[in-house]
């Protein structure tokens, strides 16, 4: 069993929430949307890009791989690759209560691991996730601004082609991962410290939210109606990514809800299929946004280094 332990005495609580198990008698593994939704939310953003993107991401094969590449991340979290498991676990959540307690997020993640060590303590106990998803989405950009070049150049473009379809692919994960409101909270699994209202405590609400329910009740058809329209994403994209994890946020509490009401069990209510209907067209929403982003900032220009120097 891997625990993840969060303390902070500025917020005057502790937390242990359980982040993945490895023995198939206890509580699966938590990982966000989990196979059923991350597969959903990589389909239907590719699938409804703009007319605009490259032809090669429309084809089938494209598509398949996309979607195919969602849980990749997840397949990463085996405890027989257990440095490679410990080293990208965090970068699937962040607890926001915690880090904002350090103060404003910094756009570059070994800027906020020394806030972080300087503060004494561990950035894996408070989680990186939106510092992966930027890089990640940086290494897309920078493959489509690749792609540009040696299409320009009539070069051979199926190497950059296949960077790029991976590099979206796996994007998707982390997208998928911060649409789930219970991965970017120390509420993580199980409500922890003052409890009025009486939420569950027990270590199943994540993985029966995202899980068993998504796969038996939440379809593609319920869930592309309620994406948004396509856009390019203005200004700064980690700001923008920041601004798309704190509005999950706002749907903890939500969560909890529901399932003090039943809304994961079984076939759920109708309150709590559109719920998670609707995260999960956040998700594909962001997604989509985010690589539509990246291939229109791919056209411009890469300052020089050395202007005004």
Not at 228 to 248: E, L, Q, S, W
Request: one cysteine or more.
């Amino acid at each position: 069993m891997l625990i993840r332990s969060c303390s902070n005495p500025a917020l005057g609580f502790s937390v242990l929430v359980v982040a993945a198990m490895v023995f198939p008698a206890l509580t699966p593994p938590a990982h966000a949307w989990e196979s059923e939704g991350h597969r959903m939310i990589n389909r239907l953003a590719v699938t409804t890009l703009p007319d605009d993107i490259p032809a090669f991401l429309r084809t089938p094969s494209a598509i398949n791989e996309i979607e195919y590449l969602g849980p990749e991340p997840d397949r990463w979290r085996s405890a027989a690759e257990p440095e490679l498991s410990a080293a990208q676990a965090p970068e699937h959540f962040i607890d926001l209560e915690l880090a904002d307690a350090l103060g404003p997020l910094p756009h570059k993640r070994l800027d906020f691991e020394a806030k972080v060590f300087a503060a004494g303590q561990r950035p894996e106990k408070i989680g990186l996730q939106p510092w992966e998803a930027d890089e990640v989405w940086e290494r897309l950009k920078a493959a489509m601004r690749q792609y540009r070049a040696m299409h320009a150049a009539g070069e051979d473009t199926a190497p950059v082609e296949a960077a790029i379809i991976f590099y979206a692919g796996w994007l998707g994960h982390y997208v998928g991962d911060a649409s789930q409101p219970l991965h970017v909270t120390v509420q993580y699994n199980g409500w922890t410290g003052p409890n009025p209202n009486g939420y569950t405590t027990s270590h199943q609400i994540h993985h029966l939210f995202e899980g068993p329910f998504v796969a038996a009740n939440i379809h593609a058809s319920d869930v592309e109606p309620l994406m948004t329209p396509a856009k390019a994403i203005p200004g700064d994209m980690f700001d923008a990514y920041v601004a798309y994890i704190r509005t999950t946020a706002k749907y903890v509490e939500k969560v909890y809800q529901l399932e003090k009401a039943g809304g994961f069990v079984g076939a759920g209510t109708a309150e709590s299929r559109a719920f998670t209907a609707s995260r999960l067209a956040a998700g594909a929403s962001m997604l989509r946004d985010m690589i539509y982003s990246a291939w229109i900032d791919s056209a411009q220009p890469v300052p020089d280094p050395y202007a005004g120097k």
